[in-house]
């Protein structure tokens, strides 16, 4: 528990307090762990795994809101009204979770105001993601939102290697189309001219190499 973010600044025998509260699950690929309108009165934190949060568009098309990965929480909204999950979470690989009820986690953050920061720091951040994307839509071209998406990607997941930065991709390029609401041919035509273009590099179906990441800055439209 002291490797998730929002527990960081507990000790030892507050975490294994905190421990003595969770109840821990498992879902296979593909398991819906929630369903948009299910009532979610928990706060669930992934342990391992990566999660998807989609809603389904009026035309049939899948819209993903989130991926949540190892760290990342979600039923926060539910934990002060009781609202119903406001999207669907599948797990996109195997997931293990850890889950804290309503009541046991307001308890926790009444004894310890920092996880509550810790709490408004991690949502701050998932807010400003969403405002970029929803910004990226109006002034940046499908393009430059692909290009930008990586660079999301290469904060959250990269790790550092000789020759650049080693992405683990948590969704599929059709996934990616659904995160960005663009066709999945955009999206694979980008990472291939990005590719022919040295910027990056293709290790497999589930991972990349970013090899010049200031020009994928420049296509994505970020200044320096």
């Known amino acids: 528990m002291g490797k998730v973010p929002v527990f960081s600044s507990l000790s030892g025998q507050n975490l294994a307090s905190v421990a003595a509260l969770i109840r821990r699950r498992e879902y296979p690929k593909g398991e819906i762990l929630f369903a948009e309108g299910d009532r979610l009165d928990d706060l669930v934190i992934v342990n391992a795994g990566s999660v998807k949060a989609y809603t389904i568009a009026p035309d049939g098309r899948e819209q993903i809101l989130y991926v949540f990965s190892e760290g990342d929480f979600f039923g926060e909204r539910n934990l002060f009204d009781g609202r119903t999950a406001p999207y669907t979470l599948q797990a996109l690989e195997e997931?293990?979770?850890?889950?804290?009820?309503?009541?046991?986690?307001?308890?926790?953050?009444?004894?310890?105001?920092?996880?509550?920061?810790?709490?408004?720091?991690?949502?701050?951040?998932?807010?400003?993601?969403?405002?970029?994307?929803?910004?990226?839509?109006?002034?940046?071209?499908?393009?430059?939102?692909?290009?930008a998406l990586m660079l999301e990607f290469a904060e959250k997941y990269?790790?550092?290697?000789?020759?650049?930065?080693?992405?683990?991709?948590?969704?599929?390029?059709?996934?990616?189309?659904?995160?960005?609401?663009?066709?999945?041919?955009?999206?694979?035509?980008?990472?291939?001219?990005?590719?022919?273009?040295?910027?990056?590099?293709?290790?497999?179906g589930k991972s990349l190499l970013i090899l010049d990441r200031e020009a994928l800055r420049q296509s994505a439209g970020v200044l320096s």
């Open 95 to 147: 997931v293990k979770t850890c889950a804290f009820s309503r009541e046991d986690f307001r308890a926790l953050i009444a004894d310890h105001p920092d996880i509550a920061l810790a709490v408004m720091e991690a949502l701050q951040t998932r807010i400003a993601r969403m405002e970029n994307a929803l910004r990226s839509i109006g002034v940046r071209s499908v393009d430059a939102r692909v290009s």
């Open 158 to 204: 990269g790790k550092p290697v000789p020759e650049g930065v080693l992405i683990r991709l948590p969704l599929s390029r059709e996934g990616m189309a659904n995160y960005l609401g663009i066709a999945r041919e955009t999206v694979s035509r980008k990472l291939g001219q990005l590719e022919a273009e040295g910027v990056i590099r293709s290790i497999s």
